[in-house]
């Protein structure tokens, strides 16, 4: 069993259109995140989502939507998409004093 | 905030050879040093931690060490391996293993 799963793992949208990218974990953990990841390997920190307290970087763009249905979901809402939100976006999560487990991206295009 | 920075950028060794990848850090509170390897095209993946009441820690051909007063810590490869080639993150967390700020990305390349 994938222990976090991500999908779709690759979405070719327009600009202006509106996507979801869904995240699951099946390890139990606490906490759970999105990382952003450019097109010179940057890995920054996007949300992270912790029994109900969300923690926004300031630098997103409310245009992004991080939304929780249960512990074990963190999806991402991206309104009126734009060229320069092309990138690979990494759902984690993580438990305490545990490192990341990471899944297996999501290559979004705009074009 | 916490600001991690990562040095070098890119670095090419030799097989055999070993390979030194170094971070720096701001935040004095951070007490987790994770390292992650992401090889092409896939996600990254924890290789070795460390905490800060420890100094050094190895695993097989790995090795991570932490000097907390100059708010450094290194990654080592020994005997390094054509397969050792990929992107190494350092990342630091000052909320003990959460909200990790990721430095920005060390090319490996192991030459045969």
């Known amino acids: 069993d994938t222990a976090v799963s991500q999908t779709p793992k690759y979405l070719v949208t327009q600009m202006g259109n509106d996507k979801s990218i869904k995240c699951e974990q099946n390890l139990g953990h606490d906490t759970m995140y999105w990382y952003k990841q450019d097109s010179k390997k940057f890995l920054k920190i996007m949300f992270s989502?912790?029994?109900?307290?969300?923690?926004i970087n300031e630098t997103v763009p409310n245009r992004f939507s991080p939304k929780s249905p249960d512990k074990a979901h963190l999806n991402l809402h991206i309104n009126s998409l734009e060229l320069g939100d092309s990138a690979v976006y990494f759902c984690?999560?993580?438990?305490?004093?545990?490192?990341?487990?990471f899944g297996s991206g999501t290559r979004l295009t705009v074009v | 905030g916490e600001n991690v920075e990562q040095h070098p950028s890119t670095l090419s060794v030799q097989e055999g050879d070993s390979a030194v990848i170094k971070c720096t850090y701001s935040d004095s509170a951070s007490n987790y040093f994770p390292w992650y390897k992401q090889e092409l095209g896939k996600r990254p993946q924890l290789i070795i931690d460390i905490r800060s009441n420890v100094g050094e820690k190895k695993d097989q051909r790995i090795a991570v060490t932490l000097n907390k007063t100059a708010k450094h810590f290194s990654l080592h490869i020994t005997e390094t391996q054509p397969e050792d080639s990929a992107v190494y993150f350092c990342a630091a967390s000052p909320l003990n293993g959460q909200n990790f700020v990721f430095g920005p990305g060390t090319r490996l390349s192991v030459l045969p």
């Open positions: 984690a999560s993580s438990q305490a004093t545990y490192g990341y487990t």
């Open positions: 989502y912790n029994n109900k307290e969300l923690i």
